[in-house]
């Protein structure tokens, strides 16, 4: 059975990660599920220059948010894990609260649920104690918080690398064979 991966876009910045992940995931043979938000398709277009019709030509299948009846959104339907690249902090607090009013928060909902993975990259700087909370509150339910941060001891040269990096470190963290982060080998004298 072929690997699937649920992946979510808000409007927090970052489409750039979302993007990267669903050609990776194509690369490696998953079959991803894109839910696109409306701010999140405003974002794409900003930042990517990329309508909801482009982005979702990147998914295997891609579902409408208010299509609360999606494959998607129950547990029955099979998923290697979940990732919302970037995570607003609007769409944090309904992770962090069980408010599934759309298939995007429905699915982290289901994914939580199911025990399965779901990665929150999320987005904002500097926190408020309220994101904070979330994220504690998210995380104890079993989400991994992952701000995408950026690692410099490999010495990337472009913002593609940076992006490329956090991408491969979220598909291993979400299960996924073939994903390939740098490896750290310690400082050398």
């Keep these: 059975m072929t690997q699937r991966l649920v992946v979510g876009v808000t409007g927090a910045t970052g489409a750039a990660y979302a993007l990267r992940l669903l050609r990776r995931s194509r690369e490696l043979g998953l079959e991803t599920h894109l839910i696109v938000t409306p701010s999140g398709v405003l974002n794409a277009h900003h930042e990517l220059g990329m309508d909801r019709k482009a982005l979702e030509a990147e998914a295997s299948y891609a579902h409408a948010p208010g299509d609360i009846g999606a494959c998607v959104a129950s547990g029955s339907f099979a998923t290697a894990a979940m990732v919302i690249a970037p995570c607003s902090m609007k769409t944090l607090a309904s992770v962090a609260h069980g408010f599934g009013d759309n298939l995007l928060t429905r699915a982290a909902d289901v994914t939580l649920k199911e025990r399965r993975?779901?990665?929150?990259?999320?987005?904002?700087?500097?926190?408020?104690?309220?994101?904070?909370?979330?994220?504690?509150?998210?995380t104890e339910m079993g989400a991994i918080v992952f701000p995408p941060l950026p690692a410099f001891y490999h010495h990337p040269q472009s913002i593609a690398e940076l992006v490329n990096e956090s991408a491969e470190r979220v598909l291993e963290l979400a299960g996924v064979s073939g994903a390939e982060p740098k490896r750290w080998?310690?400082?050398k004298a």
């Design 117 to 138: 993975r779901l990665i929150l990259m999320v987005r904002e700087t500097p926190f408020n104690l309220a994101h904070l909370r979330n994220m504690v509150a998210a």
């Design 185 to 187: 080998s310690g400082l």
